[in-house]
């Protein structure tokens, strides 16, 4: 197999994984919203089992996501310099700290800690729409 080869198959399981990672994303703070608005114990057990499974497997998402980029870089080291890559780099953060904070809201919830509302959990719920937008475009447009 050629390096051209490898990278783009390392390209194409990064985006596989990423899709992954995403959809856990999406659906795990609607499940916040849900787990939040039921009023039976049982309904808040099953949800905190639901969470963590779903985070579980986001989570192997955004390590193999990880892997496969970081194999990408190691063919491909020019792209750090890139003003559009390190850009990306800095939105890789912040999705890794709205991922930290989706596990503190799973924790948060199992001690029964509910908001009084869900207003805030439905605009959490928004926030990676922003993340895989802008981390898209920058990677196809490469506009910087």
Known sequence: MTITTAYLWFKALHVVFMVTWFAGLFYLPRLFIYH??????????RFTVMERRL?????????????FGFLMLGINQALT???????????????????F?????????????????????????EIP????LAIVALAIVKPV
């Open 36 to 45: 939040t608005d039921a009023s039976e114990p049982a309904d808040h057990v």
């Open 101 to 125: 904070r989706c596990w503190l809201w799973i924790n948060r919830l199992e001690k029964g800690a509910l908001p009084d509302n869900t207003r805030w959990l439905r605009w959490f719920n």
């Open 55 to 67: 985070f579980i497997i986001m989570s192997i998402g955004a390590a193999l996501t990880a892997l």
């Open 129 to 132: 729409a922003f993340f895989l």
């Open 81 to 99: 310099l890139l003003a559009w890559f390190q850009i990306k780099l800095g939105l890789l953060a912040g999705l890794i700290f709205f991922h």
